[in-house]
């Protein structure tokens, strides 16, 4: 069993893009938001693969980028009171909380070479 990210480069490029767009136009605000969107972004575009029964089963991050306002607000006070060196350690408890809500959906078959 390995895991595989699928992230294509304009994927990447286009979710950058958006979030300094955002972050310009809201003055930064919508940066506190961009741990969690990061988070899943990567989750959801992963996969778990058996390759020994042939089985690929995709991960499905289940966090609302705006139902974490508690945890935004959070995150806002490390960085008034830590002068935004506690956003370092902040960003291993946006993964901790990504991965908790992460879900491995259905199964699919790997297509084999002769597909």
């Known amino acids: 069993m390995k895991i595989k990210a699928d992230i294509p480069v304009i994927d990447i490029l286009g979710h950058v893009v958006l979030w300094i767009i955002l972050g310009v136009i809201i003055l930064g605000i919508a940066l506190f938001f ?11 575009r992963t996969s778990v693969v058996e390759i020994e029964k042939w089985v690929v089963r995709r991960l499905k991050c289940e966090i609302d980028l705006f139902a974490n306002i508690g945890h935004v607000i959070i995150l806002i006070l490390i960085t008034i009171v830590t002068l935004g060196l506690g956003n370092i350690f902040y960003f291993y408890r946006v993964w901790n909380y990504a991965l908790n809500n992460t879900q491995v959906e259905s199964t699919n078959t790997v297509p084999t070479e002769t597909d």
């Open 34 to 44: 961009f741990p969690y969107s990061f988070s899943k972004f990567i989750i959801n």
